[in-house]
């Protein structure tokens, strides 16, 4: 199980006491907020995505939205979501749980710059019902992300 991955990768680095479940689902930005008792955009949702031949994350604001021509600059192709049945095989854990933590060898990470309003967020812990609340040093830190990037818009 992708949490059971999650968890001992967080005992390796100290913080595996801080995990959260619920006895409810957290598996969409609604659903965590709700679990959590804080704002959406405070959830950092973690995107999947085909670039090339390369599987690569996102981690973003709970509300903020792909912004293609910014994708497409940074990436150099169309923005194309990983299908449900594919994340699961290609990152390591299943949709509703996707997060940035103890994914498969090769997986990309990305932090967008719209998580940088907040001083803490909550990534997935690699299950339905999981989070964690981190600073945007200790995701840094956790997630072993290639660089910033702002790829996103938020709502006006």
């Known amino acids: 199980m992708a949490i059971e991955r999650v968890r001992e990768y967080f005992t390796e680095k ?4 801080r995990i959260l479940e619920f006895d409810v689902s957290s598996a969409t930005v609604e659903l965590a ?5 804080c704002e959406g955009k405070r959830i950092a949702k973690t995107l999947s995505f085909h670039v090339d031949d390369r599987v690569v994350l996102i981690v973003a604001a709970g509300d903020a939205k792909i912004d293609n021509p910014k994708y497409k600059a ?3 192709a169309k923005a194309k979501m990983l299908s449900y049945d ?15 933590f103890a994914v498969n060898d090769g997986v990309e990470v990305y932090l967008d710059e719209s998580l940088k309003r907040f001083e803490t967020v909550f990534p997935a812990c690699g299950s339905s019902n999981s989070a964690i609340e981190l600073t945007i040093q200790e995701l840094e830190w956790l997630s072993g992300y290639s660089k910033w990037i702002d790829v996103c818009k938020l709502p006006e």
Not at 14 to 17: L, R, S, T
Not at 33 to 37: V, W
Not at 86 to 100: D, F, Q, S
């Open 14 to 17: 100290g913080v595996a006491d």
């Open 33 to 37: 907020a709700q679990a959590l008792g």
């Open 86 to 100: 594919e994340a699961e095989t290609l990152i390591g854990h299943a949709v509703g749980g996707v997060c940035p």
């Open 74 to 76: 940074e990436f150099h």
